[in-house]
T-cell receptor, first 111, second 112 residues
Framework: DVKVTQSSRYLVKRTGEKVFLECVQD?????MFWYRQDPGLGLRLIYF???????EKGDIPEGYSVSREKKERFSLILESASTNQTSMYLC??????????FGPGTRLLVL | DQQVKQNSPSLSVQEGRISILNCDYT??????FLWYKKYPAEGPTFLIS?????DKNEDGRFTVFLNKSAKHLSLHIVPSQPGDSAVYFC???????????FGAGTRLTVKP
């Protein structure tokens, strides 16, 4: 079974803090993704990576950066958290043309 | 610009009846379509998929229909069960394109 894990289920941070969200997958997938889920907007792609040290911007990359130093790990970084980044963050991974598997999500609250 | 659209934010059906969830897309390069189911406080889980070479794919109570000319797909659940109550996301991707686009989701409520 594919397993995608995220470092935290719930996080509370203050405006201006730097926030790290970690994601690890155990199936040697090339592709990893970060989405945010907001009511009425569905899942919006922030960044994705198709290989180690490679990254591509998704639809809403502003205010975020990512890091992929190892194949199994994909980190999302909020350089300076703002209240409009309060959301559910979902990590996913997949092989090139296969189904995408999601982690359980991190619910982030920025005060 | 949303390339995948689910225009119904919610749907309510009676247990035992059919649930039909709809999805439209704008990118003609999409050739692989999926439906995901999401319960609160959990990540989405894969439900069923269809490639553009087919117009129907069935898996138990779940059937996905694809109309390429209309750029429309639908998910049919028959018979609907209370445990099917969740948010359903439609997703699409293009061959040789690594990313996947999701719709806004439809919240299905199946009443006993």
């Amino acid at each position: 079974d594919v397993k995608v894990t995220q470092s935290s289920r719930y996080l509370v941070k203050r405006t201006g803090e730097k926030v790290f969200l970690e994601c690890v997958q155990d199936m040697d997938h090339e592709n990893m993704f970060w989405y945010r889920q907001d009511p009425g907007l569905g899942l919006r792609l922030i960044y994705f990576s198709y290989d180690v040290k490679m990254k591509e911007k998704g639809d809403i990359p502003e205010g975020y950066s990512v890091s992929r130093e190892k194949k199994e790990r994909f980190s999302l970084i909020l350089e300076s958290a703002s209240t409009n980044q309060t959301s559910m963050y979902l990590c996913a991974s997949r092989r090139a043309t296969e189904t995408q598997y999601f982690g359980p999500g991190t619910r982030l609250l920025v005060l | 610009d949303q390339q995948v659209k689910q225009n119904s934010p919610s749907l309510s059906v009676q247990e035992g009846r059919i649930s039909i969830l709809n999805c439209d897309y704008t990118n003609s390069m999409f050739d692989y379509f999926l439906w995901y189911k999401k319960y609160p406080a959990e990540g989405p889980t894969f439900l069923i998929s269809i490639s553009s070479i087919k117009d129907k794919n069935e898996d138990g109570r779940f059937t996905v229909f694809l109309n390429k000319s209309a750029k429309h797909l639908s998910l049919h659940i028959v018979p609907s069960q209370p445990g099917d109550s969740a948010v359903y996301f439609c997703a699409a991707s293009a061959f040789n394109n690594n990313d996947m686009r999701f719709g806004a989701g439809t919240r299905l409520t199946v009443k006993p």
